[in-house]
């Protein structure tokens, strides 16, 4: 099992910035990469941002890249994600995930854990 436990959410004003961290622990050995997908009220999970574990691949949503940026801190076991020019459209739950195999990164239902989310909150 593997437990991730998120942090960093808040309330920002449009144009700033947060950075989430996501903490991994438990039998973490295996990890194939880790993500963080994001999911407004009434509207389905949407993925924002992932990384393989040992090549340190990024990978980005469409609507973050250029804002968002995704690193992580192996002997720590820690991904980072760096948000900067907030948008009230970034405004979410956002969820980090694990993938114990090689999967397809921006598919939320091949992931193996998730953390409980926190939330950001972008005003205008």
């Known amino acids: 099992q593997v437990q991730l436990v998120e942090s960093g959410g808040g309330l920002v004003q449009a144009g700033g910035s947060l950075r989430l961290s996501c903490a991994a622990s438990g039998r973490t050995g295996g990890t194939y990469a880790m993500g963080w997908f994001r999911q407004a009220p009434g509207k389905r999970r949407v993925f924002v941002a992932a990384?393989?574990?040992?090549?340190?691949?990024?990978t980005y949503g469409d609507s973050v890249k250029g804002r968002f940026t995704l690193t992580k801190d192996n002997p720590k076991k820690t991904v980072y994600l760096q948000m900067n020019s907030l948008e009230p459209g970034d405004t979410a739950d956002y969820y980090c995930t694990a993938a114990i195999k090689p999967i397809r990164v921006g598919e939320a239902l091949e992931y193996d854990y998730w953390g409980q989310g926190t939330q950001v909150t972008v005003s205008s």
């Open positions: 990384i393989t574990w040992s090549g340190g691949q990024t």
